[in-house]
């Protein structure tokens, strides 16, 4: 679950670590109260949305050369101006799509002298299953490319899960951002501070870009991101408040609440399998031959009729939707119960674009039998490969 910057520092602000004052602003009401409760005379107003890029993106109803979704004032009267051009309309970054997102609440903070500008995250890191800091001079950039284009810049220091942070780790970090004085003294308590508040609230990532070093030579945090793991949140009910669904696709809503893994996709051939690498493949296969999938989507091995009912029905909701791929293999899952929620499915919403079927395994005699004999337009499949060039053949006509 991803939260808003805003949100991001006033978890961090509850660990000690330094953050600008600052005041959300969720409609024009509450301007005239963010500003009175900030010094100036420098501002800066943020966009918060659920996606990077702010900075830099456009805004769909201003000019192309009209500034982007993170602006600096110098006045009230230019905070009032930038939220009057920013609350409501839509940011198109590139990690938006062409689509963009709709700009529902703005941030505006206390403005920083700012010397140098650090990037810092972290994560949990798959290579050595630890939890790791990232760290680099380069902030305020893309890391992306940071690390294609100057992959020394960048330093990874993973830390023992049993030691936790040690001193002999934040010398590390002191040393990745070339930190002296005042800075490196700063590093000692706000490095632990963050790794006390990832492990702490069960976070999957932590980026600070960027972390700043003012010209008073002390630390701030000017950016948050956080994201937290679904499956702990339950521990977690203070972050869970923090949840905006209207960043979230309403299908990937929809699916939670039955315990799918559903994640939206821009392709046109929406996938149901079962297991995640059988999915992976799925939708690598379809794309091999030469389309795109609508969607990942994992019913998990012990699913339900009224789970793959809730899927199918997920599935047929997308508009870019032309074709439905089902593609189980029957361990756990029996596909006779994959079968019957198809058929529910069907006769409830209707069916308006090709299915394709391929099921193999536990029951699969059964689960075939319950499909031919349901009276359903149903294109059969013998295998993997089968099934994807069936489906995309079906769908390209």
């Keep these: 679950m991803n939260i808003h910057e805003y949100q991001a520092k006033q978890v961090l602000k509850g660990f000690g670590a330094p953050v600008a004052e600052g005041m959300p602003i969720l409609s024009a009401d509450d301007v005239e109260g963010a500003i009175a409760a900030l010094p100036g005379p420098l501002y800066v107003v943020k966009s918060q949305i659920h996606a990077g890029g702010r900075g830099k993106g456009k805004f769909k109803e201003l000019p192309e050369d009209a500034k982007g979704g993170v602006r600096l004032a110098f006045s009230p009267d230019e905070v009032r101006a930038h939220v009057k051009e920013m609350l409501g309309h839509t940011l198109v970054t590139k990690q938006t799509g062409p689509a963009g997102k709709q700009v529902n609440r703005l941030y505006l903070e206390d403005g920083a002298d700012i010397d140098r500008e650090l990037y ?178 994992d019913v998990g091995g012990g699913a339900s009729k009224e789970k793959v009912t809730a899927a199918f029905k997920i599935i047929t909701s997308d508009p870019n939707v032309k074709g439905i791929l089902v593609n189980i293999f029957g361990g756990i899952m029996r596909c006779d119960v994959i079968a019957e929620g198809v058929v529910a499915a069907v006769r409830e919403v209707g069916l308006q674009v090709p299915l394709v079927v391929r099921l193999e395994g536990t029951n699969v005699e059964k689960g075939k039998q319950i499909i031919n004999e349901s009276g359903l337009n149903v294109i059969a499949a013998d295998d993997l490969d089968d099934a994807a060039q069936k489906i995309v053949k079906a769908v390209k006509g």
């Design 120 to 297: 810092l995250s972290i994560l949990v890191d798959r290579e050595t299953s630890k939890v790791s800091f990232v760290a680099s001079t380069e902030g305020g950039m893309d890391i992306e490319a940071v690390a294609e284009e100057t992959p020394e810049k960048i330093h990874t220091i993973a830390i023992d899960p049993l030691a936790g942070i040690t001193d002999a780790d934040v010398e590390k970090l002191n040393a990745a951002f070339e930190l002296e004085g005042a800075a490196a003294e700063d590093g000692k308590s706000l490095f632990p501070t963050l790794y006390k508040a990832f492990v702490e609230k069960d976070m999957s990532l932590l980026e600070v870009n960027p972390l700043i070093v003012m010209k008073d030579g002390h630390l701030r945090v000017l950016d948050a991101k956080v994201s937290f793991d679904n499956n702990a949140l339950f521990r977690h009910p203070d972050i869970m408040e923090l949840r905006d669904e209207t960043e979230e696709d309403e299908k990937e809503i929809e699916a939670s609440k039955y315990d799918l893994a559903y994640i939206a996709l821009d392709g046109d051939i929406g996938c149901m399998v079962n297991g995640a690498g059988l999915a992976m493949a799925t939708m690598d296969i379809i794309k091999l031959y030469g389309a795109e999938p609508a969607n990942f989507l």
